[in-house]
């Protein structure tokens, strides 16, 4: 086998490999994306129950005439 002939093949799995770990690579990035999303997605719920519950809160404070300052409630 000569010199050339072993640089190529050399290459040759020099380049598999790097294609090989790209992937890898590819893959986790796209999952550390999904599981950004998720989260992302259940904060917004959280967000929204929050948000509702301090309305809710807000509401039950108001008098009954829907003022905050009559004391009528």
Not at 34 to 44: I, N, P, T
Not at 59 to 71: F, L, R, V, W
Request: with cysteine.
């Amino acid at each position: 086998m000569s010199v050339e002939s072993k640089l190529k093949e050399a290459g040759d799995k020099v380049s598999e490999t790097a294609t090989k770990a790209g992937h890898k690579i590819s893959e986790g990035a796209e999952k550390a994306g999904d599981w950004v999303k998720e989260k992302a997605h259940e904060m917004g719920h959280r967000a929204d129950e929050t948000a509702k519950k301090a309305a809710d809160k807000a509401d039950e404070a108001k008098g009954s005439c829907g003022t905050d300052s009559c004391g009528c409630g």
